[in-house]
């Protein structure tokens, strides 16, 4: 790099309007997500919209568990009691209007969360320049938030908006805070500033759960840069927590929440379980914010084994930005970066919920770049960790933003090719094999909204990457026999939380035209064995199994048997993720 371009970047970086050039390079890093079609949840909430369901909140099901079991829509294994119900009426408004105003627009549901990101941006830089001044750490700090790939899944995904705007009201009640508790030299302490954090905050609690993470950087800015005791400190922080405990308490009145899932910790009912998460998950989240982008991967994983690996990871970073602790803002952004992780370990780790923790990470990374000629850096195994840390947030990041952007590529074949060959004649359908028990929720909506019925009864036997065995025993049973167990991954562990309520052998789960049998179990009560008995001869029946990257019709003669094993990417021959979806 020439001392002229360096000069230049350098130039922009200390610039007041650092953070404007920041939300640009995140804006265009960003803009090819509108040719996205639509992923996932979107499809639920296409088909809410047409039914006109309320706008106010968010039912990842339409209906009771045994109803959904019948329908396929939750496998056989799904426990009675499963709640997945979320007050997000912020967001869920602007999905409602947006699928009822312009249903076939998709292109601007995806810039509306663009925008939304790009003015996150600016808050952000705001604050930074606050705390910084306006200069190098806080226009670095600023890019580096803006270009994390972090940042890409939640951009893209429409239904993600209510990560972007808890993450946005919660970046705006700090930069009230700071504004009113911190005035600079000729502006006077104004208190509509201190009306305005709270305001903004009970908004981001109203967007997304996700939004009390805004409250550990309020609790580390109290702690870092208030003055006094510790009433003194704290005492502003007195609305933030009565808004939290009035929202939680309607929260919990209203009938909101997830319940019997092994996605999500129900502190009451799984104490462990939550001090597991706080232990481990925590520091992971904190070395997924710093370094590498392994929080989807880490949803995949079943046990505090795989979470110790990053958070050790996270051990090792904190020593090589030890030198940092003497810097009070490097204090604030990590107690906030931690501070905000504690929520998250609520629910399985993924890259949608970062945006918050990415703030403190952004930070820390820009002061140790400004510092990594120091002493303090002088030892090569602390530099040689500080420049991997860099090359993190500073090329790996927006080398990977754009190609994260188009995840629909992989998510969404698997439930289109679903919705496309199950049929509805009257018989009994049997899916096999998908590669997440998630791909099973959409095909029904997908179905609706083409105006297409869907089977009376279909039935999910299995849901996994894991090879599962099938032998049609005899005229009227199939047994599956898999190694590894059901719901071997933490992703597919959506819809039964295992840790509370696993089975034996020999229990038995009815259907209408069938029931399941479990034969064998692991030593954490998953099945690995069970037979499946239908009242209709087998011949009658419609078996569908993903067989690698396909999915087919299986016949099964008595006693024939056969392993399937999915891919990543299944899909209906032919077929590709956003086929009759076209983003314009």
Not at 364 to 392: D, H, K, Q
Request: some cysteine; aromatic content about 8%.
């Amino acid at each position: 790099m020439s001392a002229q371009l360096r000069r230049h970047i350098d130039k922009l970086l200390c610039s007041p309007h650092a953070p404007r050039y920041a939300a640009a390079v995140g804006v265009l890093l960003a803009l090819p997500s509108v040719l996205q079609g639509k992923l996932l949840d979107d499809h639920l909430w296409h088909a809410a919209a047409l039914r006109g369901d309320a706008a106010w909140r968010f039912e990842l099901l339409d209906g009771p568990a045994a109803q959904l079991r019948e329908t396929g829509v939750l496998g056989w294994w799904a426990g009675d009691e499963l709640q997945l119900s979320f007050m997000r009426p912020l967001a869920s408004l602007s999905h409602t209007f947006d699928f009822r105003v312009w249903p076939e627009a998709l292109w601007l549901m995806h810039l509306e969360n663009v925008l939304l990101y790009a003015a996150l941006i600016l808050v952000v830089g705001w604050v930074l320049q606050r705390l910084f001044g306006p200069g190098r750490v806080a226009g670095l700090a600023c890019l580096m938030f803006a270009i994390d790939e972090l940042h890409a899944t939640t951009v893209m995904w429409i239904s993600a908006r209510n990560t972007i705007l808890a993450a946005l009201f919660g970046v705006l009640a700090l930069a009230a805070h700071i504004r009113w508790r911190a005035p600079k030299v000729g502006e006077s302490r104004r208190w509509p500033f201190a009306l305005a954090g709270p305001l903004c905050f009970a908004l981001g609690l109203m967007s997304a759960e996700i939004g009390v993470a805004g409250l550990g950087y309020l609790l580390a800015y109290s702690l870092t840069r208030e003055r006094g005791g510790w009433w003194a400190r704290l005492a502003p922080l007195l609305p933030y927590l009565a808004i939290t405990a009035v929202w939680r308490l309607s929260y919990i009145q209203m009938g909101f929440g997830a319940k019997a899932s092994g996605l999500y910790i129900d502190p009451g009912q799984d104490p462990l379980g939550l001090l597991t998460a706080l232990v481990l998950q925590t520091p992971a989240l904190g070395f997924v914010a710093l370094s590498l982008p392994v929080a989807d991967a880490l949803t995949t994983l079943v046990g505090p084994a795989w979470l110790g690996l990053p958070a050790l990871g996270f051990v090792a970073l904190a020593w090589v930005l030890a030198p940092l602790r003497d810097d009070p803002n490097a204090r604030l952004l990590g107690l906030g970066m931690l501070a905000a992780a504690l929520p998250l370990t609520l629910t399985a780790p993924t890259s949608r919920t970062m945006l918050m923790l990415s703030i403190g990470s952004a930070g820390l990374a820009a002061i140790a770049w400004e510092r990594r000629y120091t002493p303090a850096f002088a030892g090569r195994l602390r530099r040689l960790g500080l420049g991997g840390l860099l090359v993190c947030q500073l090329v790996i990041a927006p080398l990977l933003f754009v190609p994260l952007s188009f995840a629909p590529l992989v998510i969404e074949p698997p439930h289109r090719a679903l919705a496309t060959m199950v049929p509805d004649d009257g018989r009994v359908v049997v899916v096999l094999n998908p590669p997440s028990e998630i791909n099973a929720l959409y095909p029904k909506a997908i179905r609706e909204l083409d105006n297409e019925t869907w089977p009376e009864h279909c039935y999910l036997l299995f849901a996994g990457l894991g090879a599962v065995s099938v032998e049609r025993v005899d005229a009227h049973t199939l047994a599956l026999e898999t190694q590894h167990g059901w719901a071997a991954s933490r992703v597919d562990q959506l819809s039964r939380d295992w840790s509370v309520r696993g089975f034996n052998p020999g229990d038995q789960i009815g259907l209408e035209r069938a029931w399941a049998e479990v034969v064998a179990v692991g030593a954490d009560q998953r099945p690995t064995q069970i037979r499946v008995h239908f009242d209709d001869d087998l011949d009658e029946v419609v078996v569908l199994g993903f067989d690698g990257a396909t999915l087919t019709r299986w016949a099964p003669a008595e006693g024939e048997r056969r392993v399937w094993t999915t891919s990543l990417t299944p899909a209906l021959e032919g077929t590709s993720a956003l086929e009759g979806n076209p983003p314009f």
